[in-house]
């Protein structure tokens, strides 16, 4: 069992940068982790990924090159740094952990752990 809680939202100007982390309860070893988003009357999309051992990444391509996850194994937690934020990066923000040892998992049906979500809201 894994346990998510997300922290970290808020309200910014487009071209801010914001950090968001989840806090991660239980199992570590062997499981990959994910940022995922929500937008009103959207699906969730995937935003970026990470295996927690032998840490590698995955990004969409609608945050590649502004979005960086990373990983605190001290610290148990996975942490989203967003800059350059943009009106269209408005969304519920999701951390989600399963099981595997490559980033490339972007379906949701891949993660069975989910955070309760925090919400970043992006002004132009």
């Known amino acids: 069992q894994v346990q998510l809680v997300e922290s970290g939202g808020g309200s910014v100007q487009a071209g801010d940068s914001l950090r968001l982390s989840c806090q991660v309860s239980g199992r570590t070893s062997g499981t990959v982790m994910a940022w995922f988003r929500q937008a009103p009357g959207k699906e969730r999309e995937f935003a970026a990924s990470i295996t927690w051992n032998m840490p590698n990444t995955f990004s969409a391509d609608s945050v590649k090159g502004r979005f960086t996850i990373s990983r605190d194994n001290a610290k148990n937690t996975v942490d989203l740094q967003m800059n350059r934020l943009k009106s269209e990066d408005t969304a519920v923000y999701y951390c989600?952990?399963?099981?595997?040892?490559?980033?490339?998992?972007?379906?949701?049906?891949?993660?069975?752990?989910w955070g309760q979500g925090t919400q970043v809201t992006v002004s132009s």
């Open positions: 989600a952990a399963g099981y595997g040892n490559t980033a490339y998992r972007t379906s949701t049906s891949a993660y069975p752990f």
